[in-house]
């Protein structure tokens, strides 16, 4: 069974840092592009990064751009998303998911493109 499972969300100030990881199990990230989405209380569910299969191409919303990082570690079978400078509106629960269509999935970010969601894990940014 294809699974994704996200961690590194909490609580952190305004100003603060949080690096989240998507840890694959059952299937090999070598293959798939992979994005980070989110979505906050009465919102929509949003792509906020996503990197192809090599790392090689990444993309980011205009929300996030200088401030996330996306990475992957196809060893580790593990994706990270770097986040800095974290502002309250970054407050979400955060997914990651997998696209077997490779990095034409990153441009749009939809999430119709992606599958094998994780739970997703909170990140609330608060003083």
């Known amino acids: 069974q294809l699974q994704l499972v996200e961690s590194g969300g909490g609580l952190v100030q305004p100003g603060g840092s949080l690096r989240l990881a998507c840890a694959a199990s059952?299937?090999?990230?070598?293959?798939?592009?992979i994005g980070w989405f989110r979505q906050a209380p009465g919102k929509a569910r949003e792509g906020v990064s996503c990197?192809?299969?090599?790392?090689?191409?990444?993309n980011y919303a205009d929300s996030v751009k200088g401030r996330f990082t996306i990475s992957r570690d196809n060893a580790k079978n593990t994706v990270y998303l770097q986040m800095n400078s974290l502002k309250p509106e970054d407050t979400a629960v955060y997914y990651c998911?997998?696209?077997?269509?490779?990095?034409?999935?990153?441009?749009?970010?939809?999430?119709?493109?992606?599958?094998?969601w994780g739970q997703g894990t909170q990140v609330t940014v608060s003083s």
């Open positions: 059952g299937f090999t990230l070598d293959y798939y592009a």
């Open positions: 998911a997998a696209s077997p269509r490779g990095f034409r999935s990153c441009v749009l970010m939809s999430s119709r493109d992606f599958g094998s």
């Open positions: 990197i192809s299969t090599n790392g090689g191409s990444t």
